[in-house]
């Protein structure tokens, strides 16, 4: 990493002699910001005709939004996202009188409204593009600008609620209790624990129901499809609940998978424990091992995507600044010019 002040002559200097030896310029301004430090479109290209010139935007580059400030949850609050998380319901009046369970219950609600994923979202549609623009240029000879927002990348990640028309099913949301979505794609309590259960499918109702011992569900005109299951989805959740409440979760994980039957124990206990405990996990080599400069070693996630003859590389993250020195030196700096850029607040770094 380099951290520049680009307000600053000496920042400008170095800003145009490394885009020139650049593939990618990349930034998150909003409009006017970036041509007023140097590193707009047209500025760019006039270093560096080949370089692939991206723009991740929260609302774009035009529109009356554009100059708005956009936050992780601004992109899915304002395309509704932040209340399809909470559930059913409304949250009660700041003066109203609640006991503790209540309080506990709001406080649920309230943190399921904020735990919505554009920033995760754009980054993931973003490195996309970067790799597109990448790919064009290289095939077609044409660099080119490209731009992504966090409003249009959470549209793509929820495309099956983006189109309304007529006759179009109703987008499910969580119920009261924020335990899933009806009773057949919910968590359940377990006896010291919970599971996941995850049966949306018609032929699975009946291997559920089998696997349970309880095959008289079937025959029940309450459960006997699955608009009546969904008619009657309190009913059947008073059904399941006591049956679920019975059995340890490993009891009902193994039970239910071996009827091809999705059924998870939820790790209640936070992620860290499956993925340090999990046999699957090791066996795959979902985790490993990396270096932190300030930190030292620690445990991570491997890489998520894996190729057979390219095999990617994890690191341990870096310091502010951390790469200043050797970049400055591919462009001739000595380190006592360096370090009297440092002074003078052109450029910093965070020492390990």
Same mark, same amino acid.
């Given at each position: ?107 649920? %609600?309230? !943190?399921?409204? &904020?735990? +919505? ?5 754009? #980054?993931?549609?973003?490195?996309? =593009?970067? /790799? ?6 290289? %095939?077609? !000879?044409?660099? &080119?600008? +490209? ?5 249009? #990348?959470?549209?793509?990640?929820? =495309?099956? /609620? ?191």
């Amino acid at each position: 990493g380099l951290s520049l002040n680009l307000k600053t002559d000496e920042g400008q200097a170095i800003i145009k002699a490394l885009i020139p030896k650049a593939d990618v310029l990349l930034h998150n301004m909003r409009p006017g910001a970036p041509e007023r430090v140097g590193i707009g479109f047209d500025q760019a290209r006039e270093l560096n005709p080949d370089i692939v010139y991206v723009y991740v935007g929260g609302y774009g580059s035009t529109g009356p939004h554009s100059h708005r400030p956009a936050m992780h949850p601004i992109g899915g609050a304002v395309s509704g996202g932040a209340v399809a998380q909470m559930g059913r319901g409304t949250i009660p009046p700041e003066d109203a009188e609640l006991d503790m369970e209540e309080i506990v219950e709001v406080s649920r %609600r309230l !943190g399921r409204a &904020q735990d +919505v994923n554009p920033d995760p979202n754009t #980054s993931m549609v973003t490195s996309t =593009a970067i /790799a597109m623009g990448l790919y064009a240029r290289q %095939r077609f !000879g044409k660099p &080119q600008y +490209v731009e992504t927002t966090m409003i249009g #990348s959470n549209a793509f990640a929820n =495309a099956d /609620a983006f189109f309304d028309y007529e006759g179009a099913p109703e987008r499910p949301v969580a119920g009261p209790d924020g335990y899933g979505l009806n009773a057949l794609y919910r968590i359940y309590e377990a006896d010291g624990g919970w599971i996941y259960l995850a049966c949306p499918m018609e032929d699975e109702w009946c291997d559920l129901c089998r696997a349970l011992d309880r095959s008289d569900l079937m025959d029940d005109p309450r459960f006997a499809d699955s608009r009546s299951r969904e008619t009657n989805d309190d009913a059947l959740v008073a059904e399941l609940a006591p049956i679920f409440a019975s059995q340890r979760p490993e009891h009902w994980e193994t039970t239910l998978s071996a009827a091809d039957v999705g059924c998870v124990k939820v790790e209640d206990r936070g992620m860290f424990h499956f993925f340090d405990e999990d046999q699957h996990v090791r066996e795959n080599g979902f985790t490993t091992e990396a270096e932190h400069p300030r930190h030292g070693k620690f445990w991570r996630h491997s890489t998520v995507l894996n190729f057979s003859e390219t095999p990617g590389k994890i690191g341990g993250g870096i310091l502010r600044g951390q790469h200043t020195k050797p970049i400055l030196h591919e462009l001739g700096y000595t380190d006592d010019q360096i370090d009297e850029l440092r002074a003078k607040g052109v450029l910093d770094w965070e020492d390990a």
